[in-house]
């Protein structure tokens, strides 16, 4: 399995400005993922950041509001941009370990905007 | 395409009863299924899984489940929950894309145990 940190655990930041969450991975992994879950619903995959190339995101994400950092092979940011209440989730990172098909999460961040 | 369909937002058992969460998905080729467990103000921690062989896979915490390819089917069981299984469960099918497994999740189903 992998240990698997984010900072901050939570936050409540005022409409219009900017988060930068942080992942650390205890293990060298190629594949991390984030994840949003809005109050009450399930998990909705942002973006792949896959380390040396830009993430891919999913539909209905983008680079402008969402970028995605993936310096090397333990740790990513990912940013929330120009936030308004509607961006108020839990914010996952996850990673696909080598030789495995499941994932393994991080604790997440709880993020209030108001 | 894939999608996971959580029959029941929320469940009550009496600790001590069986445990029964739904579980249907659809997929275009052979699925991985997983469920994970989310306690209160954590991640996501990995449950059981099935990948390949034996349909009834044991996970962590006594529970269970069985794939059943003809019902599409991956339901997950416990015959006598404790009330620390309260939390939320999601059901999961990926499926290979690009070199990663794109997964999909159900919408969670919030397990009570009643004393």
């Known amino acids: 399995s992998a240990v698997i940190s984010q900072k901050p655990s939570r936050d409540i930041c005022q409409r219009g400005t900017s988060l930068t969450i942080q992942c650390q991975v205890d293990?060298?992994?190629?594949?991390m993922f984030w994840y949003r879950q809005q109050p009450g619903q399930s998990l909705t995959l942002i973006a792949t950041?896959?380390?040396?190339?830009?993430?891919?995101?999913e539909s209905g994400f983008v680079i402008d509001k969402f970028p995605i950092s993936r310096p090397n092979l333990t740790f990513s940011t990912l940013t929330v941009s120009n936030m308004s209440p509607e961006d108020s989730s839990i914010y996952l990172c996850?990673?696909?370990?080598?030789?495995?098909?499941?994932?393994?999460f991080g604790p997440g961040t709880r993020l209030t905007v108001t | 395409a894939q999608s996971v369909t959580q029959l029941g937002s929320h469940v009550s058992v009496s600790e001590g009863a069986l445990v029964l969460l739904r579980c249907n998905y659809s997929s275009s080729v052979p699925p991985y299924l997983f469920w994970y467990v989310q306690y209160p103000n954590q991640g996501l921690q990995l449950l059981l899984k099935?990948?390949?062989?034996?349909?009834l896979v044991k996970g962590i915490n006594g529970f269970e489940a069985e794939f059943k390819k003809s019902e599409t089917s991956f339901h997950l069981t416990k015959p006598s929950p404790h009330r620390s299984d309260a939390a939320e469960y999601f059901c999961a099918v990926s499926a290979n894309s690009g070199g990663y497994q794109k997964v999909t999740f159900g919408i969670g189903t919030k397990l009570q145990v009643i004393p």
């Open positions: 293990s060298q992994v190629t594949m």
């Open positions: 950041a896959n380390q040396g190339s830009e993430a891919t995101y």
């Open positions: 099935y990948t390949t062989g034996a349909t």
């Open positions: 996850s990673v696909e370990l080598r030789g495995k098909v499941e994932q393994y």
